[in-house]
């Protein structure tokens, strides 16, 4: 019996995946940093199907809004002519190929051995309340730092892409 | 038949190899960036899957809430250097960045 949820789980699992897929591959890259975009929304739309609506607006409000403009951005900055031979040649493409597929069915087997393919879905999904809860009372802490390192980490883009003066004048 | 908790882990199984293989088979800085953030990805679905399936608070979810910011910063700092390596070589293949070479 297939219902409108499994129809949803595959063609977003399609969209995800397809859109990693196309990122990596596409010739032009500024088509793979759209593809990237559809991936990000695709598993944001994936947190939906599992009932976690406020970390789906995250997700696409961080990574659909920010990194992936962030991402169109630079290649703008950095675009050039020679992005086709960014690739190994087809023999290490191969063997990553098949690296690749005995990680999959590995994974994929080992899923299926556990005892995780009878576990079922807990009968109330987490709320909006219980993430308010963790976040301000034992995560506190860790939401502290991390506006730290979200604060350092943006210094220090901006000191790394800063442009020295001197240096623009020798530059021109 | 309900979704499982194993198709979602498959999904993000099948992610994680394509993020692999990006990281095994591409030179290029940006591609490398990609390849990363859909790593990222593969693990926020399994922590979100776990979650909804295992556990009844919202660990999980919020664990993805600091990985989502944490990816975001390392963003950030990664096309910095990315866009700083473009000014200095005019290019962005990572076998040509070898000035930290012993």
Redesign the interface.
Known sequence: ???A??IA?AGL?IV??GG??S??EARE?IY??VG?AA??FG?AS??F????P??AA??IT??VG??AV??LF??M??R?G??FG???GPA??AA??V???A??AS??SS??ASS??T????P????FV??GQ??TGP?AP?LEV?AL??AA??L???T??K?EPAAEKEGS | ???????????S??????????L?????A??L???V??LV?AA??NF??F????????????A???S??????????I??????A??IH????VSELDELKG
């Open positions: 019996m297939v219902d949820t499994d789980f699992s995800a995946i990693a897929v990122a990596l890259i793979g940093a990237l991936s990000f598993v994936l947190f199907l599992l009932d976690s406020f970390v995250f997700q961080v990574y920010a990194v962030l991402v630079t290649v900055l950095v050039e020679r992005w960014d690739s190994m290490s493409r990553a190929v690296t690749v597929l990680l999959i994974l994929v899923f299926l995780l393919s576990a079922t879905e807990q109330t999904p987490p709320s219980q993430i963790l976040l995560y860790a991390l390192v979200l980490s943006v220090g883009a901006l790394l892409a442009v | 038949m309900a979704v499982a908790l194993t198709d979602y882990l498959v999904v199984a099948i992610l994680f190899a394509v993020g692999v293989y990006g095994l088979t591409k030179r290029n940006m591609r960036v990609f390849s953030e859909i990805n926020n679905i979100i899957a979650n909804r399936f295992l556990w009844p608070a919202a660990l999980g979810q919020t993805v809430l600091f989502i910011a944490l990816a975001a910063a390392e963003a950030a700092v096309l910095a250097i990315v866009v700083v473009y000014r005019d290019d962005v293949d």
